[in-house]
């Protein structure tokens, strides 16, 4: 009997998925282990591999929603490797094209046409609408076809005539699951805490200027670039140990108090806000957030974070200042009771020392649950990480 490839269990809370995209073709000889398919659920994309080593057979297309231990193809694994191959005889759906033929739309012969590769969300938005991907002008790097690529063809009109051309008023697209899970979770965090928000301001000298005397040793010894988060990551965790109400949480008519500091990193990507957790931040260098802020937003831009890299977060930290932002009011991350927003760094006139100077300063703002965190302790809160900020030394002096 062959074996069969099944939906595996991505966690309690997850119920079902959708095939984002198959990585082998049907009737290629894989290897075990070898990444078969990718599936997305309300949380991650993640890769399934193959069972057992043979020859595909696929059951469920792409694009299609499946439950947890849906079958969605088998392996045959009585068959033998092909004549001239080792691993796979096929070229994965995903290897690019030339950006020439990529951008030809439909031959004359669809049928012995192949289209040309697409990311993961244009893919599911094809599928989803029926649309031919040989028609889709791509404009992504290596002849890709991107979202943004099937939402500009999926807006034309059906070949009009032209003195009728118009483009259409309205268009629709079906949310994918990710996208519902961060609706729903927004909605939730909105109706079932008491939010609140109180601002401050930093003066971002000192930081800025440790960074241009320290950068280019910094990457040369660790390989990584000094970036603002780190500083934010470590003054986060000593306000958080200082105030350790904000990093509790509300579980039914308990206060869970934490007692280890894993912060969430808000990252923007194509398909949402993915916020994965780095872990245990009291016990990490410079160099280790660094390197763990730039390997989660790398996975999670790429499709590759994992469900675990969302899990046992305490405490979130977003950066709206990366596109610009000037001020805003974060959304806690349930069941999490607070959130650091990070904003623009602008010079600004400010009074020091009874003149009026330059500066470049920033506007910080923290949302706290007021069910849990009384306005003393975030305010408190937010005049430590400001401190900190401020006075990076006493991250070295551990005062």
């Known amino acids: 009997m062959p074996v069969e490839v099944r939906v595996p269990s991505f966690g309690e809370s997850i119920k079902e998925g959708v095939i984002v995209r198959w990585l082998k073709n049907a009737g290629d000889y894989v290897q075990k282990d070898e990444d078969l398919v990718e599936i997305e659920t309300d949380k991650a994309t993640s890769p399934l591999p193959s069972p057992a080593s043979g020859v ?9 929603k499946i439950l947890i231990d849906a079958l969605i193809g088998s392996i045959d694994d009585k068959a033998t490797v092909p004549a001239k191959t080792t691993t796979n005889n096929s070229v994965p759906a995903s290897k690019p094209v030339p950006v020439a033929a990529a951008a030809k739309p439909a031959a004359a012969n669809p049928a012995s046409s192949q289209p040309p590769p697409m990311s993961p969300a244009a893919r599911v938005f094809v599928a989803e609408n029926g649309l031919d991907p040989r028609a889709i002008m791509p404009s992504g790097r290596g002849g890709v076809i991107v979202k943004d690529d099937v939402l500009a063809h999926a807006m034309k009109p059906a070949a009009p005539a032209p003195e009728t051309a118009s483009v259409p008023r309205l268009s629709r697209q079906k949310m994918s699951p990710i996208r519902q899970r961060i609706a729903d979770r927004l909605m939730a965090s909105q109706q079932t805490t008491a939010t609140l928000t109180t601002f401050n301001e930093v003066d971002m000298s000192a930081i800025m200027d440790l960074r241009t005397r320290f950068k280019e040793s910094f990457q040369k010894k660790h390989g990584v670039n000094l970036g603002f988060m780190s500083f934010f990551v470590k003054a986060a965790v000593e306000a958080l140990k200082a105030f350790p109400l904000v990093n509790a949480r509300i579980e039914g008519d308990e206060i869970v108090f934490q007692h280890f ?26 160099a280790d957030i660094e390197k763990g802020i730039t390997d989660l937003a790398v996975r ?12 046992d977060g305490t405490f979130t930290i977003t950066n709206g200042g990366i596109f610009g932002s000037m001020m805003s009011t974060p959304i806690l991350n349930p069941p999490q009771s607070a959130i650091l927003g990070m904003h623009a760094i602008n010079k600004r006139p400010v009074v020091k020392d009874d003149q009026i100077v330059i500066r470049p300063m920033m506007y910080l703002a923290l949302s706290y649950d007021h069910r849990l965190i009384d306005g003393r302790e975030a305010v408190l809160f937010l005049a430590r990480v400001k401190e900190t900020i401020e006075n990076p030394g006493r991250l070295l002096l551990d005062i």
């Open 261 to 286: 500091w894993n912060v969430s990193v808000a990252v923007a990507t194509e398909k949402g806000l993915f916020v994965p957790v780095l872990k245990d931040c009291d016990r990490l260098s410079f």
């Open 56 to 64: 595909l057979t696929i059951t469920v297309p792409e694009g299609k």
């Open 300 to 311: 999670a831009r790429d499709g590759k974070i994992r469900p675990e890299d969302l899990a």
